[in-house]
């Protein structure tokens, strides 16, 4: 059986491997082609049946110009192999997904999963001994999430105070539950040599019921810590130790007053309501606040980057391209400003001070 395709004055004949050798795929009509022209393209046959082949019909055989045999171990190393496989998986993975919506018991079961692989991590992470969160090293082989968490705990160390129990769920070095803070980091390494108790060792060691068992005090440290306890803070028998989020009024965590403990507050400008409001494009909005802020990528500070570039203006090529000359020195983007604020009806700002002088103020008329 054949098949003939024709492209750029050439044709093309595909025949299957069962097909008959005297067979000809040529009509009687059509013009004879020259065999001694021809190549032979094989696939799937054995060198006795190609040579048959070129016997048979004096056909060369032929080359196609493409590297097809072996690709994987010519042009990649293991690790290019590996990450091509996975970027393949990944990409079938997306895009089922992306074409199919999931029920909500497969999500829920995935999430499961990972949150059980991502617990699994962490318990090989702090070891058998279970140490402590913010002893652990982070390793050479971590993920980047892992990695990115471990790198930001100092950032919530402060921010989290553990109410002493039964002590079994408490680090006795490295949480923070004594009135100084986290041991460790208060009196340092030294303090765990003084007292004799191991670094992954938990409250409970020093807990007997409601009361302190504390060993013998060998260094003024080890009677610091005891005497910081007496009338101030006991041990409760048969209760689990608890965690209190410090930014909570509720002790539990809220991303909305995390987020407003840990930033830096400044003083609020008075220009905020006009570049962000309710009913703003984000868009302008964020060009706005570039220009109020002189960020704006104009000609006079992309001149910083390449010494070379000159910093003219593109409208009047008189000036240097600044935000101040852009937006209200330059001749033809001060007469387009003019004439769109009367239309509207606005008072014109001739400079960066009057407008942000004026913000606060209203600026329509009647």
Known sequence: MFQQTRSAGKELIFMKRNTSLVESPYKENQPQVNYAKLEIFCCGLANDEIEKLKEDFGFKAGVLPVRMNSWSAKHLSFAGRLQLITAVIQGITTFWCSTFILPKKVIREVERICAAFHGRTQQNLLGEQRRSFWAVKI????????RKLLKLRQRARGLIQHIP???TETHLWHDKWHPSGPLVETYGTKIIQDAGIPSHAKLAMVVNGNYWKWPPARSPQLLDIQIAL???LYPKEGEKDSMV?????????????????IRNKQARVSWHKLVWFPQSIPKHSFIWWLAVLDRLTTRARQKKWPP????TCVLCNNHSETTEHLFFKCYYARRVWQVLSNLAGIPFMDSWQRLLMGMG???FTC
């Open 139 to 146: 390793p050479s082989n971590a993920s980047w999430g892992w």
């Open 308 to 311: 070379t570039l000159t910093d």
């Open 165 to 167: 129990g039964d002590g």
């Open 245 to 261: 989020w410090i930014p909570s009024a509720s002790s539990s965590f809220k991303a909305r007053k995390t987020w407003h403990w």
């Open 361 to 363: 103020k209203p600026i």
């Open 230 to 232: 007496c009338g101030r």
